[in-house]
């Protein structure tokens, strides 16, 4: 299954930020500390490629800790841009984004010269909660879910201090399909999108191979140490049904429901702290990625000249990167 979701604010906020951008002195793009490969936006680095940028790794409190240090790494070692680890409920690291602003752009501040920031994200990622954090006020909405965001607003946080915040956006076509899944897994993607069932699957295949223990611990299934990683993924999504009494009639499991269990105690942190890739792996997806997708397009172009029209241009979409 491939999980798209570009609906039409997203046009809006891609506009928004083209024509934002290049009055902008530093971008700051909130990151998923849970998947900060696949929650990081390739529209977005194609957009303000050419501007500093902050990564934060928002969430870092339910975040596995080992995984968000090698995300770290990763990320400071590109060029112009730093990266922080944030959990934006909490005031003190926030307030640490102004200097890490000040150091990307040092040639900045003071009423001459005010810093300029562009905030972005994909939607839930908390951004809304961080913005609020460093402000010390409830400037921006709110809420456990994709798209509660929808205008573009300016926000003073000092005298020469501004802060844009944008709605939250994905891109038109995620050609990683694990970042597909983790996406929707997190919370990102509208639930019309994808089948949560499917999603919850793919989650719990994750969760076998890297965080069979965490697993265990909240579902309590009664098997020997280690089988519940060798399970089969519906075999485990079932199991878990029926230990949590998600039946139906005739002693069936509701799978629809198990499945939103799932997925909420990933989101709420109920299972432990967890992240669902590493840096490595996310090459290893994109780069599978990027090949199938130059692959789609030289069957498209061979297509069309098979039938003798040519082709002066690439399908639209089809060449965005995944990439950070």
């Given at each position: ?9 997203m046009h ?48 870092q409190d ?202 909420t105690d ?59």
């Amino acid at each position: 299954m491939s999980i798209q979701w570009f609906p039409g604010h997203m046009h809006l906020t891609k506009k928004a930020i083209s024509e934002r951008i290049k009055d902008i002195d530093v971008v700051i793009e909130v990151l998923d500390a849970r998947l900060p490969g696949s929650s990081a936006n390739p529209l977005l680095a194609e957009m303000t490629d050419h501007k500093p940028k902050l990564k934060v790794l928002n969430k870092q409190d339910v975040a596995d800790p080992e995984r968000t240090a090698l995300w770290l790494d990763w990320y400071n070692a590109q060029s112009e841009t730093r990266a922080v680890p944030l959990d934006a409920s909490d005031p003190a690291p926030a307030r640490k984004l102004i200097d890490a602003c000040h150091l990307l752009a040092p040639n900045r501040g003071g009423m001459a010269k005010p810093m300029r920031v562009l905030i972005c994200g994909v939607p839930n990622v908390g951004k809304s909660t961080l913005i609020n954090t460093l402000s010390n006020k409830r400037q921006a909405k709110t809420g456990d879910e994709a798209g509660i965001t929808k205008l573009e607003q300016r926000i003073t946080l000092a005298d020469d201090f501004y802060l844009w915040d944008t709605p939250g956006m994905l891109w038109p076509r995620i050609i990683v399909p694990e970042s597909g899944y983790n996406l929707a897994a997190s919370g990102a993607v509208g639930r019309n999108a994808y089948d949560e069932e499917l999603v919850a699957l793919e989650l719990l295949r994750r969760l076998q191979e890297h965080y069979a223990p965490l697993l265990e611990a909240r579902y309590k299934l009664g098997l020997p140490p280690g089988a519940m990683a060798e399970m089969q993924d519906d075999e485990l999504l079932e199991a878990i049904g029926r230990k949590r009494g998600a039946m139906m009639s005739g002693g069936r499991v509701n799978l629809q429901k198990t499945a939103e269990i799932v997925m909420t105690d990933f989101r709420t942190a109920t299972l432990g702290r967890i992240t669902l890739e590493t840096p490595e792996q996310f090459e290893r997806w994109l780069a599978a990625g990027l090949a199938k997708d130059a692959e789609r397009a030289a069957k498209k172009e061979a297509r069309l000249k098979s039938r003798g029209k040519g082709s002066g241009k690439r399908e639209p979409g089809s060449g965005d990167p995944q990439a950070q």
